[in-house]
């Protein structure tokens, strides 16, 4: 880490399982969705993220809609602080606790196409370890996004051993990769003064863009 790096306040977060839910509203024309997540809270217990029930969540919120984003599990490996970007509204699901964590602004389309640029206001800093495992999108500018989780909820059988030979079972747009390799040195990515760039693939894999 050099002298201009964000400090490090959590580590061992590789393989750490959380859930989201994205809850999608109106605001002034543009569709906005709130990021609640158990991240730091508890590891989303399959026998609590199973009785969820997207409809009556959005029911229960007055939101247009609402995604179940996950169970997921860390592919970074450390945190540092994070900058409040939304009063942090405690809520329970059916027994599961979240935090109210980032805002996405969606624009006009509502769409989960993969591959499609979102941006989330999220405040928070990323480390991935020097000597560990990266798995990226590469689009045809050249930019590179780094996979920060994946996702069990399109397939359950995805491990973190699996991301290796993920490629291959892409449908990847034209000009776009994938590639596994490992770091050479630590990369950090902070957004805590900027909003996040993110990704997703097919499997709901996220990405995202480092600054």
């Known amino acids: 880490m050099t002298s ?7 580590s061992d977060m590789r393989g750490a ?8 509203f109106n605001s002034e ?26 409809a009556a969540i959005a029911e229960e919120m007055g939101a247009l809609l609402v995604k179940l984003n996950g169970p ?16 942090p509204v405690m ?35 990323f480390f991935f370890n020097a000597g560990a495992p ?10 590179t996004y780094v ?16 991301l290796n030979s993920l490629g291959g079972r892409l449908d990847l747009p034209e000009s776009w990769t994938y590639r596994a390799r490992i770091l050479e040195e630590e990369l950090v990515v902070d957004t805590t003064a900027a909003v996040a760039t993110v990704v997703q693939d097919e499997f709901e894999n996220t990405y995202t863009l480092p600054r």
């Open 4 to 10: 201009q790096s964000p400090p490090r306040l959590i």
């Open 17 to 24: 399982r959380y859930g989201e839910i994205l809850a999608v």
């Open 29 to 54: 024309g543009r569709l906005r969705a709130e990021v609640y997540g158990t991240q730091m809270l508890n590891d989303c217990p399959q026998e609590l993220w199973v009785t969820l029930d997207a």
């Open 72 to 87: 997921r599990y860390w592919t970074l490996d450390g945190l540092g602080q994070k900058v409040p970007v939304v009063d």
């Open 91 to 125: 809520r329970d699901f059916n027994g599961l606790t979240m935090r109210r964590l980032a805002t996405v602004d969606l624009g006009d389309n509502p769409s989960t196409q993969p591959y499609v640029d979102r941006y989330v206001n999220r405040g928070a800093v």
């Open 134 to 143: 990266v798995y990226e999108l590469v689009n045809p500018d050249g930019l």
């Open 147 to 162: 996979m920060q989780a994946y996702c069990v909820g399109v397939d359950p059988t995805l491990t973190e051993e699996s």
